[in-house]
């Protein structure tokens, strides 16, 4: 059994102590008019954090589900969709869209770079029949940030009609997101990321022209068909039995991240990062992310020359009880996430235990 621990990968994320209490008490059903004020109670918080006037809808799942349900309810079989990927994630993101059988048109950007507003533009130029563009807000394998808003405008610009399908995942709740005003169409975000809530939610906003999307779409869909979930939605309920307890804590989350005030978190997650990423480099590792695209959740980076990436992880873990995450690089690379209920004294405490675990491994 572990003392303590100082929890650093990218999701989940640490639970506040209201959150681990909300999930410990006594199971209600799923029928009942508890459940359904827990359900009214934390949609105010989440139109709020993904930046929409509709209701938000929550899934059990996690994320990949959220991405997978944001695809087969807007997209047919056949459909020309054009996918943004800077990472891991968005490259999941068109293998799923490619699984149900749209035809996928990527377009890649190095590592540790973001997206390019014009390539995208050129790309949607080049694929004028294209239904949809994928796109990840902050891309959690490398750490880089995208600039949503500009590529959107620009989509808009050469393709007037595009659905725009986005992965916020590790965005949420983390970085300043405004899915009306910006024009996102479907916006996936999960509990166990920036909400300080458990993992076990996918949760799913949509536009008008996203909702008109979900109407037509001829991919198969059953447990993920949001015209259900809407349907029981309007009553406070979903149609299958949900992550109960999961819910519980999203809605201990939340109030939280509400009652700090979003602007508040936004500028607590950047300045975390802005000491992530300074503490790393004067260890000697070089961010994955380049500055000006550093995403406020995750900071990826290049372990020092002659290091090995796994063993310093494991000496992180079994020493001094700091768990990262590999980063996209096998071997060459460390993840140290900055998302949810973290602060400074968590961050300044693993990049000391960094500092002395390299120590340790250089012997
Ligand atoms: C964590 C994450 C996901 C989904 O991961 P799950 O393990 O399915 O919850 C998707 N996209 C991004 C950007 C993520 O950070």
Known sequence: MRRSMNLRVPGPTP????????????MIGH???????LMAEIQPCLRAVF?????????TASGTGGLE????????????VVAVSVGVFGRRFAAVAAAFGARVTLVEFPPGQRADARTVGAALAAAPGAKALLLTHS??????????????????????D???????VSSVGAMPLEADAWGCDVVVAASQKALMGPPGLALISLSRRGL??????????FYWDLREARRWATRG???FTPAIGAIRGLHAGLRMLIEEGLDAAFARHRELARMARQGLARLGFRPVAAEECASPSVTAAWVPEGVSADLLIRVLDERYDVVLATGHEPDRTIRLAHMGWVHEVDIREALAAVESALADVRG
């Open 15 to 26: 639970l506040p102590r209201a959150v681990c209490k909300a999930m410990a008490r006594p």
């Open 31 to 37: 029928r009942s008019s508890e459940f359904r004020d």
């Open 51 to 59: 930046g929409v006037g509709e209701d938000v809808i929550v899934l």
């Open 69 to 80: 349900a944001a695809v087969v309810n807007t997209l047919s079989p056949g459909d020309e």
């Open 139 to 160: 891309e959690t394998s490398t750490g880089v940030a995208n600039d949503v808003p500009a590529i959107v405008r620009m989509a808009r610009q050469v393709s007037p």
């Open 162 to 168: 595009i659905l725009v399908l986005v992965d916020g």
């Open 212 to 221: 008109a999307a979900v109407e037509q779409a001829r991919m198969p869909r």
């Open 237 to 239: 309920e979903t149609p």
